[in-house]
């Protein structure tokens, strides 16, 4: 027996997951009732017939609704002939039994539903035996990236147009929004930044919306992110938090040095005072972080799909309501591309589904181009973005972060710092006055 397979060798040699009855139902049905295929079409695909000869009579039956031509016994027949495959297909009298084999259209969404379930089975089944092979062929640079791809494409091959969503219960769900807004204190919709004008401004980090939180190199795009991170998360919500810049020891030192206020350098020297009321901080904010429900994920670069799959494990297990990423431009796209804006696009776009398809509201960091840094006392504009104008198109609210002295001599520390909203799909643009604390690496907002 082949070692690999570790006992389940036998699993090979058995006839793929299939119902040929449930395909000939599905079908039979369709054929006899109109409002079947109303019914089946958003649940099954033509791919998901296991016999070739039911999925291109499927397609005969999408062409003609398509058509809008009547759906019967003698205008499918006519189909199928018309593209030459009526005989294929079995001819006639194939088209006669399948009428004839279906117990009632009633129960045709019951039947898709088998149908559709058996092909994810040989998806996944297809997908094991090319795992297998990358596993025994595949060069050592591309491994990660051709199982991610085997991985992703088990969902996107499945993805048909889905059920759509009729006008009341769009209603209904914006009737309990609104409900829920009105009883909600200070118009907070969302999840809390700690920055109370910003959240005035944002109503909170809302569920299925991306946000970018730009800035020069060293401009304090991880800090903020991460402060913001342990804010939400210190009211109990499940954040992931995905790092490829820095490790995750070094942005909880940081992150410790600004909660207990300790001087980030001696810090991590671990030189304190004498009297050891640092000691002391430095416990107190050590016991509120052990208690903060965020898990990190480290990784020098990291795509879209291995983002969906660490997520999906996480809200299975602990459960998931925010997400940051830091930071977009070190992220990697699947596949060739010709340009390093064609990947960035497909990584920002990637992250945008993430946010809808989660339901959680999605933090990532970018950085802000070369020709910015040539005018450090302009404020950062959208035009600023790097590597791709598709991140300011796919994102609800574009944060610039300035820090108009960064890089003079004598900067004081507390350094006035600016947070400007350059772009917000559901709310105003505008300017938050922050102080950075550079010694402790944290930001606040500054009085006016």
Known sequence: MNPTLNGHAHLVDRVPPQSIEMEQATLGSMITERIAIDRAYPIVQPADFYRLEHRTIYEAILSLTEQDEPIDFLSIQEELRRNGQLENCGGASYLVQLTNAMPTAAAVEHYAEIVANNAMRRRLLQASYDLLSIAHEEEDGTIQSACESVIQSVFTQSNWSGQGRDMREVLDSVWVELERRSEAKDDMFGLPTGIPRLDRMTAGLKPGALYVIAARPGGGKTTLGMQIAAHVAKFGHKVAVFTMEMNAEEIVLRWLSGDARIDNLLLSRAKFDSYGQDWKKLGISCARANELPIKM????????????????????????????????????????????????????????????????????MAQLNRGSMNRSEQAPELHDLRDSGDIEQDADCVIMLHRPHKGEEDVPDPEETDLFIRKQRSGPEGYVPMLFFKSITRFEERAQ
């Open 297 to 364: 994920f480290e990784t020098p670069s990291v795509t879209i799909p291995s983002i969906r799959a660490n997520l999906r494990q996480m809200r299975a297990r602990y459960g998931l309501d925010f997400v940051v990423v830091d930071y977009i431009g070190l992220a990697k796209g699947i596949g060739k591309f010709q340009t390093r804006a064609q990947e960035v696009g497909e990584i920002s776009r990637g992250l945008k589904g993430i946010a809808k398809e989660f339901k959680v509201p999605v933090v990532a």
